[in-house]
């Protein structure tokens, strides 16, 4: 008997199938495609050996006499339905998408996987144990139903999360409000949860199943430009067409803003003591937000105060006297520079501005101009741009209490950028040999001063970013860098 199992075809095959799986497990550990064309080919010979043994592999399997051998039939039938689950599973993770969508696609693809293999079980259980099928459903059914009850929360996040990965409400790398209660950006999606990173840098996790009963608002769809709404108080003395001016240049005086869809300025509420106005602006990414806000309100600040419009006073406290001070003196004290003057020297600088009005594209100051003078924004906003070859490039937007002109006056150099009005400009203008003298008495004022060109400065010429010698260069980055000198180094010494 012994002699009759050595020469029997399938004991042969179940011997050298074993030595082929090691093997291939060895030989390519590190080659998966290498192991996967095994795997087929080995399929392939398996079946092949099942077929001319006369073993059928869906239909029950025979008993010959000899237990051994029985053994052998049966493992070796058990692994070409394993072997063939595994082949299924193979061709339905390489070929099966969803309008390439790799989450769903990924969610698909094991939902098939696990149907695939339950259905290999069952053949196992019934061509190769001659098992009843339906005796088995049947004790499964009941089984499913014990464990459906015990882990209906889990299957509930399961199924929620098969209804949010198909219906798509958000996607890994989106910002996400849920039930307004957690906002932050999305950085995982799994069977059972949603894992969010909020703004303060913490990891929230929140079961499908209640992401499915709750309100998601959806920041980055259907684009990531984010509108915000921020509610501005003045007192009511003021004229609300004159309010409404103000704010909106203030609105341009911010470069963080995107023209479309367009700022606006609505008045909400008016009473005899204040006036409430609403102002919508939108980022071009929500994550800029925050500091677009904060910008805007230093804005809006400088420019009611240059035109002496108070903020609303708190409730049960007196409204502010009238302004006395006239705008010159308001432009002057918003100007950093002289914060450190004294009132009188402050005054007398404002009384020695000239004023000057430019219409809205009027151009300040030129290219290559050598400015004779040191110039304040009394209100309005206008554009530094410099032109760097294809395009001007605005650098800065300029509004009441910024200045233009000291790099020039103080150094003699012909100016590199051009200052355009972007909204009618209020100009004042204070002789050179004023802020000379004023920079000799006040050492605290140069010394602002020079901060301020510095930060300019930088602002007109950055410096080159730094780039570690010890990294040796990409190849397709020194390529493209090549092919940048040899286009461009002709042109630049021309």
Request: glycine share 8%.
């Amino acid at each position: 008997m012994i002699e009759a199992l050595i020469h029997d075809p399938l004991v042969i095959t179940l011997a050298l199938l074993v030595v082929g799986v090691v093997a291939s497990r060895v030989l390519f550990r590190r080659h998966p495609l290498g192991r996967a064309i095994v795997r087929v080919v080995f399929l392939l010979m398996l079946t092949l050996a099942l077929l001319y043994a006369g073993i059928v592999p869906y239909q029950p399997l025979q008993p010959t006499g000899v237990p051994v051998r029985d053994v052998v039939h049966a493992v070796l039938k058990i692994a070409w339905w394993l072997w063939a689950a595994w082949f299924l599973v193979g061709f339905v993770r390489a070929f099966v998408m969803v309008e390439y969508r790799p989450h769903e696609a990924r969610l698909v693809q094991d939902l098939l996987a696990g149907l695939v293999y339950l259905t290999a079980l069952f053949a196992i259980v019934a061509y190769v144990l001659n098992l009843p099928v339906q005796g088995l459903l049947a004790t499964s059914g009941v089984i499913a139903i014990i464990l459906g009850l015990a882990l209906q929360s889990t299957l509930g996040d399961v199924f929620s999360g098969i209804v949010l990965s198909f219906s798509r409400p958000y996607r890994p790398g989106d910002w996400v409000s849920i039930d307004g209660t957690t906002e932050g950006r999305v950085i995982e999606i799994n069977w059972r949860a949603t894992h969010i990173l909020t703004g303060r840098r913490d990891l929230a996790v929140l079961p499908n199943s209640t992401i499915a009963k709750s309100k998601i608002v959806n920041v980055s769809s259907p684009s990531r430009i984010r509108g915000t709404t921020i509610t501005v108080a003045i007192d009511g003395r003021s004229p609300p067409a004159v309010a409404v001016d103000v704010l909106e240049q203030a609105l341009v005086n911010c470069s963080a803003i995107i023209a479309t869809p367009a700022p606006s300025v609505a008045l909400t509420a008016i009473n005899g003591s204040a006036m409430e106005f609403g102002v919508t602006f939108f980022v071009a990414d929500h994550s800029t937000a925050g500091d677009t806000q904060n910008e805007l309100l230093g804005h809006i600040y400088r420019h009611l105060a240059a035109a002496g419009i108070d903020l609303a006073p708190a409730p049960n406290m007196a409204s502010p006297p009238e302004e006395q001070r006239t705008r010159p003196q308001r432009v002057v004290d918003l100007t950093g520079i002289f914060g450190s003057l004294p009132v009188v020297e402050r005054e007398a600088v404002a009384a020695s501005l000239k004023p000057h009005s430019y219409k809205e594209g009027d151009e300040l100051l030129a290219p290559g101009a050598v400015q004779r003078s040191f110039c304040f924004i009394g209100s309005g906003v206008a554009s530094g741009r410099r032109d760097n070859g294809e395009y001007e490039e605005e650098l800065q937007r300029l509004g009441p209490g910024d200045h233009y002109g000291d790099i020039a006056l103080l150094t003699g150099a012909a100016n590199i950028v051009r200052i355009t009005a972007l909204t009618p400009v209020l100009i004042y203008e204070l002789a050179g040999e004023k802020l000379r003298g004023i920079l000799e008495a006040y050492p605290e004022t140069s010394q602002a001063l020079d901060r301020c060109r510095a930060r300019r400065q930088a602002v007109i010429t950055p410096e080159p970013t730094a780039i570690d010698e010890a990294t040796p260069p990409h190849p397709l980055r020194s390529r493209f860098s090549g092919w940048l000198h040899r286009r461009y180094a002709p042109a630049a010494s021309e």
